[in-house]
């Protein structure tokens, strides 16, 4: 390729070259200098600070999933604690339940056998007046009876003599 046949703008002059590379050096250097510190400087700094926010980040997360554990830990034992207290509860009602039942059983008991001497002592006491009445009607049947019966002497002492017969046969 020939390059003297290409535009001026294109093959720049050797003074122009140097120049620029002049040019070049001093910004390069005044950048290297001051630039590059203080870019190179707040890029640590915000790597740094990158750093520490991940590090704060995960310290709260282990945190978090501490708080987490010690919450289920929390909840697990208030769930035994409540299954206790019902279990506890349930055995409560099961005695009270029970004991009303037995004191039911010996009441209704106690309570029966009464009323059973009541009604054994009311019986006795009715069968006891109907045999005074019954005893009291005999009498007085009887009386009328013999009365009718024996109102001849005649009869009496036939009744007398069939009486003496019936007791001498039993004997």
Do not use: C
């Given at each position: 390729?020939?390059?003297?046949?290409?535009p001026?703008?294109?093959?720049p002059?050797?003074?122009?070259?140097?120049?620029?590379?002049?040019?070049?050096?001093?910004?390069?250097?005044?950048?290297?200098?001051?630039?590059?510190?203080?870019?190179?400087?707040?890029?640590s700094?915000r790597?740094?600070?990158?750093d520490?926010?991940?590090?704060?980040?995960?310290?709260?997360s282990?945190?978090l999933?501490?708080?987490?554990?010690?919450?289920?830990a929390?909840?697990?034992?208030?769930?035994?604690?409540q299954?206790?207290i019902?279990?506890e509860?349930?055995?409560?009602?099961?005695?009270?339940?029970?004991?009303?039942q037995?004191?039911?059983?010996?009441?209704?008991?106690?309570?029966?056998?009464?009323?059973?001497?009541?009604?054994?002592?009311?019986?006795?006491?009715?069968?006891?007046d109907?045999?005074?009445?019954v005893?009291e009607?005999?009498v007085?049947?009887?009386?009328?009876?013999?009365?009718?019966?024996?109102?001849?002497?005649a009869?009496?002492m036939?009744?007398?003599?069939?009486?003496?017969?019936?007791?001498?046969?039993?004997?």
């Amino acid at each position: 390729m020939d390059f003297t046949k290409l535009p001026a703008i294109l093959t720049p002059d050797l003074g122009l070259l140097f120049w620029m590379l002049l040019a070049f050096l001093v910004v390069f250097f005044v950048l290297a200098k001051f630039g590059f510190p203080a870019i190179v400087n707040m890029v640590s700094e915000r790597k740094r600070y990158i750093d520490e926010s991940l590090q704060k980040a995960h310290e709260a997360s282990e945190r978090l999933e501490n708080i987490r554990q010690e919450g289920e830990a929390m909840l697990q034992e208030a769930r035994e604690k409540q299954a206790q207290i019902l279990k506890e509860a349930a055995q409560t009602r099961d005695d009270i339940v029970e004991k009303a039942q037995e004191k039911a059983k010996t009441e209704g008991a106690r309570l029966l056998s009464e009323a059973k001497a009541e009604i054994e002592s009311e019986k006795q006491q009715a069968i006891s007046d109907i045999r005074a009445q019954v005893a009291e009607l005999s009498v007085e049947i009887a009386g009328k009876v013999l009365r009718e019966k024996l109102s001849s002497d005649a009869e009496q002492m036939k009744l007398i003599e069939r009486l003496l017969d019936d007791v001498t046969a039993k004997k």
